[in-house]
């Protein structure tokens, strides 16, 4: 009967603290895990209200290339007019 009084003595000074420090430390990190992802919550929605212009600036891009490479080819053209062909 005095190996029973002795295990639970063991189980309530021991073994519960160390529990209770483990359970601490699980709960501290994920604190710190609600807080980063919180915070990457609030970046990606700052982000989205980034975006709503995308496709505005994709259109004015577009047409930027179109541009450039309507030049490019006038310019390719003239070269070609000025150069002396290799078939002479």
């Known amino acids: ?8 003595a063991v ?3 021991v ?3 160390v529990l209770v420090a483990l359970l601490n430390r699980v709960l501290a990190a994920l604190e710190r895990i609600r ?3 919180d915070d990457i919550l609030a ?3 700052a982000l989205a209200g980034e975006l709503d212009n995308v496709p505005a600036l ?5 047409a930027t290339i179109r541009d450039v490479a309507t030049g490019a080819v006038r310019y390719a053209g003239s070269v070609a007019k000025l150069l002396p062909s290799g078939k002479e």
């Open 11 to 13: 189980l309530l000074l």
């Open 58 to 62: 994709l259109a004015t891009t577009d």
């Open 35 to 37: 807080a980063a992802s």
């Open 15 to 17: 073994v519960v603290p």
């Open 1 to 8: 009967m005095t190996w029973w009084w002795i295990g639970n």
């Open 43 to 45: 970046g990606g929605v």
